[in-house]
Structures are given as C-alpha cells and as structure tokens.
C-alpha cells in the first residue's frame, strides 16, 4: 500500500500541534504592598531620612519566589517571579511604609536626591524563615546622619506572621506584613533621633 506524501498543511499542523504540547504556564508577576502602620509618629522632629541600601538573605536575592515545602524547607517557584529584584522592591516599599508612619515631607524616596543633612537607614535582613502557618524576619538596621557622625545601631530585632497558606501569593503577604512591622519599629526609632 502506498503511504501519501504529507502535505505542507499537514505539516505545519503537527507542529502547531507539538507547540502548544510544550507550552508552558504563564509567570505571574507580583510585587510588595505597603502595609497598614501601627500608628503614625508625628512627633518625628529629625531631619529627612531615606533608605540607603537593604540587603537580603543570599537565599532570596532572586526573581523566582520561594515557597515553603511541607518538609520545612523552601522551593523556588519557576512561575510565580518578583517583579523587580527583591533588595529593589523592599527599598521601594519601606521608603513607602515610612512614608505613611511620618509627617509629610520626612521621607526621601530612593531615586531622589538625598538633601545635605538627611539621615540615611541601611537595613540587613538576616533571615526570612517560612512554614505553612508562619513567617518570621530578622533584620538589624542603623540611621546615619550626615557629615559621618556615629550611626545609632539597632540590635537584631524578630517579626513574626501567621500564614493562612503556603501559595506564592500568602509569601508575598508575609514579606509586605513583616516590613510593615520593620518600618513601624524604624519610624519609633528615627524619631528618637537627635542629630548632633
């Protein structure tokens, strides 16, 4: 029995056909949200501050996010990315969570020139733990003024929230949750702050 030669048509259809086989799941994009302060301190009197620099568990500083495994540990999630490196996007949204902490005008967005005599918050994220039913951070940070006078330093301090889930989306609840508890703990801080 002859075999009929395969048309062009024929053709391009097993391979459409081959296409959407290997098609794989969209990424979804997220990013950090500004959480709701503990109060506002509007008895801050310090000058201007901005957030200088943030670093993060070495762990974290990718795009993939990472969910927590019913072992204990973690799993990086090919779909589920930040939308912009995480050390970014925690600068971003602690400059904006200071933002509604202190009276207008206090805070210096990151891409903005830093005034002479602001003082400047570095912040060193040392561990960001998750399981299924909670996320803890531990982050140490200094305010500095300006001109090289001594930065005051804060000790390791821990923030704790419970997690309804381990979804990618309840990861990204629980880092905005616990840097909305950093910046409550940085604007008391700051407006202790007596510049020399």
């Known amino acids: 029995m002859k075999h009929k030669p395969m048309t062009s048509f024929t053709m391009a259809s097993m391979a ?23 109060a ?4 801050y009197r310090a000058p201007p501050l901005r957030v200088d620099a943030v670093h993060v568990p070495p762990g974290w500083d990718r795009l993939e996010i990472l969910s927590p495994t019913g072992a204990g540990g973690l799993t990086i999630d090919d779909f589920d990315h930040w939308s912009a490196p995480l050390p970014q996007l925690v600068r971003q949204v602690l400059s904006a969570d200071l933002d ?20 400047g918050i570095n912040i060193d994220i040392l561990e960001f733990t998750l399981n299924s039913s909670e996320g803890s951070m531990s982050a140490g940070w200094s305010i500095t003024p300006a001109a090289g006078s001594p930065a005051t330093r804060r000790d ?23 840097l909305g508890q950093l910046a409550d703990r940085i604007a008391a801080d700051a407006a202790r702050f007596s510049a020399p």
């Open 16 to 38: 459409a056909m081959a296409l959407c086989a290997c098609h794989s799941a969209p990424t979804r994009i997220h990013t950090l949200e500004t959480a709701t302060p503990s």
């Open 40 to 43: 506002r301190v509007d008895s």
């Open 100 to 119: 509604a902490r202190l009276p207008s005008g206090a805070v210096v967005f990151p891409h903005l020139s830093k005034p002479p005599g602001a003082l």
């Open 156 to 178: 390791v301090t821990l923030f704790h929230t419970p997690m309804a889930s381990a979804d990618p989306g309840a990861v990204v609840h629980a880092w905005s949750t616990l």
